[in-house]
């Protein structure tokens, strides 16, 4: 043979390959679609589409979210029921109505939480009917033991007071972490039986699809280890991550500011220079009139040497004696050189006088200021900012503890404070120490009788 296939050989191997290809994409197709249902058999999550399902990112974001509510709720039920209660970490998954059937096949409590102000929607709490009646039990003040019967009105109105109070602290803390105001109405408590529920349309609309559902690990004391869900309609978990989103950008604004080089400050600019005028101080006044009273005086010396009669005048300056002596002793010339010290004297004394005037105007200065007066409009506003609400807190006493010794903190440990007692206990004002006073009782509140007022 030369080698050469014919035109049959050539079509023979063409259609080989194409059965080959054909039966390796079916072997390839039956390993994936069994690995998707696997998962789905073994988590009790459901398929979405990829337009219902969350990314990873949203998943734990909303997890967080989710963390963070149920962290207060937690605190919440635990002053209500008066028992260590631990809800762990949530799981977010995507579900259907049959397998929330396959997970609580009892019957159960569905609470329905509506928000009516931040976020549009609605989200159902799921718990099993014996966590309900542990709950009401420990609410009532028994010890979570009584849990024989059916559920009945009384175990619906204990839950749904104390998912009041668990969702109310919920959307406190969800308000803080968002940066707006959230509220719910009262929660509606319901007693289902699941398997004679066919379709979760019947509970609420988006059961009726596919829907967010996040479960928790409940634990209270050692009378419960159970599971709770809540569950989302996939455009309230879109809406709550964008919400979160949108917050968390809005805190992390100013952050590149921050963090790039600080720009130059811009350089002051020189303010001109004034040459203060130069202050004349009251001597140099008194010597300018005491220079221009000497050429006066060796003028008035001159005139009296020519001038005896002038001597006549002086008695009228006030120097009687010196003018009375000069015509008695007949020497007009004798005379003269008093005269002349009496005008010195006098013209010495004319710029003191002088000096003398500025200061008569300072006192009138100084009284034109009065502290009394200025303080009384400071006492009139006083009254703008009276309504002003402050916090008032009543401290009992203080002590310190180390982290062991809190960490083993349980119901019933005694915490002994430094105050003893019929101690007076401290009253602050905004953190201030006011007031001492003593405990009252009001009817069926405490109160506070002041004893002393600490200035």
Request: glycine fraction near 8%.
């Amino acid at each position: 043979m030369d080698g050469t296939l014919t035109q049959d050989e050539i079509n023979a191997l063409l259609n080989g390959m194409d059965l080959s290809d054909s039966s390796n994409n079916a072997s390839k197709d039956e390993p994936a679609g069994s690995s998707d249902d696997a998962p789905a058999a073994t988590a009790g999550a459901a398929p979405a589409s990829n337009a219902d399902a969350l990314t990873d990112i949203e998943r734990d974001a909303i997890g967080e979210i989710a963390n963070i509510s149920m962290g207060s709720s937690a605190t919440t039920l635990y002053s209500l029921v008066n028992r260590k209660v631990n809800i762990t970490t949530p799981v977010v998954t995507m579900a259907t109505w049959d397998t929330v059937v396959e997970d609580y096949q009892r019957p159960c409590v569905f609470i329905k939480i509506k928000y009516t102000a931040g976020l549009d929607g609605a989200n159902i709490m799921v718990l099993k009917d014996h966590d309900v009646k542990v709950i009401a039990d420990l609410m009532m003040g028994g010890d979570g033991t009584n849990t024989d019967g059916e559920l009945g009105e009384l175990h619906l109105s204990a839950i749904s007071e104390a998912m009041n109070q668990m969702m109310g602290s919920a959307a406190t803390s969800l308000s803080t972490m968002l940066g707006k105001v959230i509220d719910i109405s009262p929660p509606e408590a319901s007693i289902l039986n699941l398997e004679e529920v066919e379709s979760g349309e019947s509970i609420e609309g988006f059961l009726a699809g596919n829907f967010v559902k996040i479960s928790f690990r409940m634990q209270i004391d050692d009378l419960v280890d159970s599971t709770i869900m809540q569950l989302y309609p996939i455009e309230f978990a879109r809406s709550l991550y964008e919400t979160f989103v949108a917050s968390s950008s809005g805190e992390s604004e100013p952050a590149p500011a921050a963090a790039g080089e600080p720009a130059p400050a811009p350089e002051p600019v020189p303010t001109p220079a004034v040459d203060p005028e130069p202050y004349v101080p009251p001597t140099a006044s008194m010597n300018q009139n005491q220079t221009m009273s000497n050429p006066a005086n060796m003028d008035m010396n001159q005139m009296n040497m020519g001038m005896p009669n002038m001597n006549m005048g002086m008695p009228q300056m006030g120097m009687p004696n010196m003018n009375m002596g000069m015509p008695q002793m007949g020497m007009p010339q004798m005379g003269m050189p008093n005269m002349n010290m009496g005008m010195n004297q006098m013209n010495m004394g004319m710029p003191q006088m002088n000096a003398q005037q500025p200061m008569n105007v300072q006192p009138a200065q100084f009284q034109s200021f009065n502290n009394a007066a200025a303080a009384i409009p400071g006492q009139e506003n006083i009254g703008l900012i009276k309504d002003v609400p402050l916090e008032v807190t009543v401290e009992l006493g203080r002590t310190k503890k180390s982290i062991a010794e809190i960490l083993d903190f349980a119901p019933g440990t005694i915490i002994e404070l430094d105050k003893i007692a019929g101690e007076p206990i401290d009253v602050l004002v905004n953190g201030k120490y006011v007031a001492k006073g003593e405990v009252v009782v009001i009817e069926e509140s405490f109160g506070v009788r002041v004893t002393e007022i600490i200035n």
